[in-house]
């Protein structure tokens, strides 16, 4: 076999279904239109309006940046093979798109990860906010879950295109995501497989488990608050990331955390849809819709457009 002259692959997702090619690229182009306007929309309100120059809408303001990129990863070329039929994605170019979508993926979970910290210091610790969440502080974070999310992403990226492929392969998938690379390969790799779960364990586990601690910390804080309004008004400042948070580690969770013998190609490509479109437009839409400091930055730019 010739396992050194694999210059493409051909992404057949979706091929399925050749009668809603339109239809979906339709869905998918609206969606990602949306997606991208409420995001930069809500990058330029926080950016614009000085009472929200504090750290939750930092972190805000840099997931929604991170979001961007990461649908820009696989959305324009999902989109490009749809309307043209054009299957192909390059060796090299199929590397690139994991790498960014890892990148970026991991780097939005430790975001979250950030956020809850950030909401659990403002309700268990509030006198001690604005030394334990100081810019510096909020910085160092955010430089934190770039330099993790994109280094893990490399490591994986750089293993899994050492894997020996024969030819042309076909990727049973949308885009270049772990699985289905890694079972267009010509063998069996079993140490490769190791340090996907062990990223996927370090990313998505780790992280969604310092949420939970953030937040069994904040119920408790939130139970000892004796007023019934003051119970409300410290859960409300929680429940746009807590719905965030299930959604994008849901679907994580469901992908990249179960046994092997689990995996069912055609249904990951249905679930991906969900973390590759619907999650980036969740974020702009739960922060923007439940968010009375967002609506009244939002309405004064109006008036002042008027």
Do not use: W
Not at 38 to 47: D, E, S
């Amino acid at each position: 076999m010739n396992e050194s002259r694999v210059v493409e692959f051909i992404l057949i997702g979706f091929s399925e279904f050749p009668e809603l090619q339109i239809p979906l690229f339709v869905f998918f182009f609206l969606t990602y239109l949306v997606t991208l306007t409420g995001n930069v929309l809500l990058m330029t309100i926080i950016r614009l309006h000085r009472h929200l120059h504090v750290p939750m809408y930092f972190f805000l303001s840099v997931l929604s940046f991170s979001e961007t990129c990461y649908t820009l990863a696989v959305i324009p070329k999902m989109l490009v093979n749809l309307i043209t039929g054009e299957k192909a994605i390059s060796f090299t170019g199929c590397a690139v798109q994991m790498f960014f979508f890892i990148g970026f993926g991991g780097t939005n979970c430790m975001l979250l990860t950030a956020m809850g910290y950030d909401r659990c210091v403002a309700i268990c610790k509030p006198l001690h906010y604005k030394v334990l969440m100081s810019d510096r502080v909020c910085s160092h974070l955010v430089a934190f879950a770039a330099v993790t999310g994109f280094t893990l992403s490399l490591i994986v990226t750089y293993f899994i295109f050492t894997l020996p492929f024969c030819g042309g392969k076909e990727i049973n998938h949308f885009f270049c995501d772990m699985a289905p690379v890694i079972q267009a390969a010509c063998t069996e790799n079993n140490g490769i497989e190791t340090v996907i779960f062990v990223f996927c364990i370090v990313v998505v586990f780790v992280s969604f488990l310092l949420i939970l601690l953030s937040y069994l910390l904040i119920f408790n804080t939130i139970l000892k608050i004796p007023s019934t309004e003051g119970k409300r008004k410290a859960f409300s400042t929680c429940a746009s990331h807590l719905t965030v948070v299930f959604v994008h580690f849901g679907c994580a969770s469901i992908i990249y955390l179960r046994p092997k013998s689990t995996y069912s190609l055609e249904e990951d490509t249905l679930i991906s849809v969900t973390y590759t479109v619907v999650t980036p437009l969740l974020n702009p839409m739960v922060y923007s819709l439940r968010n009375k400091d967002v609506h009244l930055a939002f309405r004064k730019g109006l008036v002042k457009k008027l």
